[in-house]
């Protein structure tokens, strides 16, 4: 980086900017990695003074929690080489739609936002909402469950660990809104998408022509469905051909939603272009629904506590923890 002919061709040509820009960032990336294992190697020389010490100055049950400690960072560091994608260092950006079954399925679909909501916490990854149709009822935390939710996990990573939760998610408990207690099953369709930060140039060059979008100005609602902007600032781009729809109220600006909601709407075009082989938009004209196909894990809270995952058959019947956000477990095991 501190070769002068570098910067000296930026002068020059304008569109060797780009090439420098991703050098410095692959460096900051080699920084931080370097800078990871220099931590590992620390930790571990403490570890061994520790152990060359007399035993009295510090218990085994902190040796072996250190241990832990640097053993889940080896971990940690043993999964990022194994993403391989060019979005995986990404951050995420998700949807959370409830299925059918009324109040159960919109609580449910609220819980799983909590649940990603803390394991993003534990790793001080950013959550940001999007867009968010609420429930005209509170859960029992006096929460506003959500019809559907869309937001951005931001961190670095936040892509590759969590691209695996996209699928239905079922659960299976004694129903909280039923008089008579009986237990009820309830689905939530997950979508996760990269951010659109590494799809910039992609989606600056796809090109959705005026009549094949349908745009809606509505107003940002607040819980139970009140309107708290009295100004139309909330935006919903729907794509005609295929019926993909994306929508942004986040911001005050209408202006800004709008572009919020169009550069998410084009990457679920692009998605769906990768996963169809189509190179061209204008072939894109097949109409797309939602994937409630088979689920991906279960989640039951009655008459015993389990939550499985079906795609690695990883268990657990610590089901609090998991909602909780304590999904390194299944996580982890999907990506392996």
Do not use: C
């Not at 996209?166 to 309830?186: A, Y």
């Not at 295929?242 to 572009?259: C, F, H, M, P």
């Not at 506590?305 to 795609?311: I, L, P």
């Not at 909602?323 to 996580?331: K, S, V």
Request: glycine share 4%; hydrophobic share 35%; aromatic share 8%.
């Amino acid at each position: 980086m501190s070769d002068p002919d570098l910067w000296k061709s930026v002068k020059e040509k304008e569109s060797n900017r780009e090439s420098v820009e991703k050098k410095i960032k692959e460096l900051g990336e080699l920084n931080d990695l370097t800078k990871k294992f220099k931590e590992i190697e620390e930790e571990l020389n403490e570890i061994d003074i520790f152990l060359a010490k007399d035993s009295s100055e510090i218990s085994t049950e902190e040796i072996l929690k250190k241990l832990k400690k640097t053993e889940s960072k080896l971990s940690q560091l043993e999964i990022e080489n194994l993403f391989t994608n060019e979005y995986d260092k990404q951050s995420a950006i998700f949807s959370i739609y409830a299925g059918a079954g009324g109040q159960d399925a919109e609580d449910w679909a609220g819980m799983l936002f909590e649940m990603y909501s803390k394991f993003s916490e534990k790793r001080s990854w950013k959550i940001k909402i999007i867009d968010e149709n609420l429930a005209d009822f509170q859960s029992k935390t006096g929460k506003y469950p959500v019809k559907d939710i869309t937001f951005e996990i931001k961190g670095n990573y936040a892509f590759g660990y969590l691209k695996k939760e996209s699928g239905v998610h079922r659960l299976v408990r004694i129903s909280p809104f039923s008089s008579e207690k009986k237990r009820h099953t309830s689905f939530a369709l997950v979508e996760v998408l990269p951010d659109i930060t590494q799809l910039q140039t992609e989606a600056e060059n796809l090109k959705i022509p005026e009549s094949d979008i349908k745009i809606d100005f509505f107003r940002s609602s607040g819980p139970g469905g009140q309107n708290v902007n009295k100004v139309e600032t909330a935006v919903r781009i729907t794509h005609i051909p295929t019926g993909l729809s994306a929508a942004s109220q986040v911001d005050r600006s209408q202006i800004k939603n709008r572009e919020q909601a169009m550069n998410l709407l084009k990457i679920k075009l692009l998605k769906l272009m990768e996963k169809n082989e189509i190179k061209e938009l204008d072939k894109m004209r097949v109409k797309v629904k939602p994937e409630w196909g088979s689920q991906i894990r279960s989640y039951v809270l009655h008459p015993y506590k389990m939550v499985k995952d079906h795609r690695t058959n990883i268990e657990t019947a610590q089901a609090e923890k998991v909602l909780n956000g304590e999904l390194d477990e299944f996580i982890e095991a999907e990506i392996k």
